[in-house]
C-alpha cells in the first residue's frame, strides 16, 4: 500500500495528550515535509531529531534518544486501503453467478474476473467501488467439494477341468460421474478398463519323481 495523496494515509506526531503538536514543534516533524516513510518495508523516518524544546532546535532531545528513552511523543497512523479482490466459497459452479453493483449488473470478463474453483472474484475497476456502494450477489456452490462417485464394474469368468486345469479372466471398469459443475472444453471424459487373462496346471508329472505346476496371466489397462 502506498499514499496515493487523496487521504488514504495520515501519519501524526502527538503529544502524551494524543493533541497533534508535529506542526507546531521545531524542527518541524509532520508528513510528508519532513517524515520519510518507506511504505514497501513498513517504516518512517524523521529527517531530523526531536529537539529539547523549540528554543533549542538543533539539539536532540536526551531523554528520547537515551538507551532507556521516555516516552514524550506519539505517532498515530491511519491508512485505508480499496480491496478489489473478494473471497467468495471455492468450487462455485460455473457461469452461476449474478454480481449487482450499485443496482447495475456487471459483465464477467468485463467488470470482473472469477476463478470459480478457488472462489475469488476480482474486480477490474475498483474505483467504481466506494464506501457508500452495495455489492449484490447470487452464486451456486457445487457439493462435496468438489468430490465425484466414480462407477466401478468388475466381473470375473473360470473355468477348470478337474483338479489340474483352469483358465480364466477379469476385466474391471472405473467410469466417473457427471461433473456438479458445468464441462469446460478441455475437459475429457475419464474412463479406465482394466483386464486380464490367466491360466494354470497343476501336478503334471514328469517321470516317476518330479510333478511341475505352470501358470500365466496377462493384464492389460486402457485409459480413456
Not at 518541524?28 to 519532513?34: C, L, M
Not at 480364466?168 to 466417473?176: D, S
Given at each position: ?67 532507556t528513552p521516555i516516552s514524550k511523543r506519539l ?40 476463478d470459480y474453483e478457488a472462489g475469488f472474484i ?86 516317476d519323481k518330479l510333478t511341475l505346476t505352470l ?10
Open positions: 500500500m502506498r499514499d496515493n495523496g487523496r487521504g488514504n494515509f495520515i501519519l501524526r506526531v502527538l503529544d502524551q495528550n494524543r493533541v497533534e503538536v508535529g506542526p507546531d514543534l521545531l524542527p518541524q516533524q509532520k508528513y510528508p515535509d519532513t517524515i520519510d516513510v518507506d511504505f514497501e518495508n513498513g517504516i518512517f523516518q524523521l529527517k531530523q531529531p526531536f529537539s529539547v524544546g523549540n528554543s533549542s532546535p538543533s539539539t536532540p532531545d536526551p531523554d528520547v534518544y537515551a538507551q505517532f498515530r497512523i491511519e491508512y485505508s486501503y480499496r480491496f478489489k479482490t473478494f473471497f467468495l466459497e471455492p468450487n462455485l459452479v460455473v457461469q452461476s453467478e449474478i454480481v449487482i453493483l450499485d443496482g447495475q449488473k456487471l459483465t464477467r470478463n468485463v467488470d470482473y474476473f472469477i476480482t474486480f477490474f475497476n475498483p474505483d467504481r467501488i466506494t464506501t457508500g456502494s452495495t455489492i449484490d450477489m447470487s452464486f451456486e456452490v457445487a457439493p462435496f467439494a468438489n468430490l465425484n462417485n466414480d462407477t466401478l464394474l468388475g466381473t470375473r469368468v473360470s473355468h477348470e477341468w478337474g483338479d489340474k486345469y483352469s483358465l480364466g479372466t477379469t476385466i474391471l471398469y472405473q467410469a466417473g460421474s457427471k461433473s456438479p459443475t458445468v464441462p469446460q472444453i478441455t475437459e475429457l471424459a475419464k474412463s479406465l478398463l482394466v483386464y486380464e487373462f490367466d491360466a494354470q496346471a497343476k501336478r503334471i508329472k514328469i517321470g501358470s500365466g496371466e496377462f493384464a492389460q489397462s486402457r485409459q480413456n
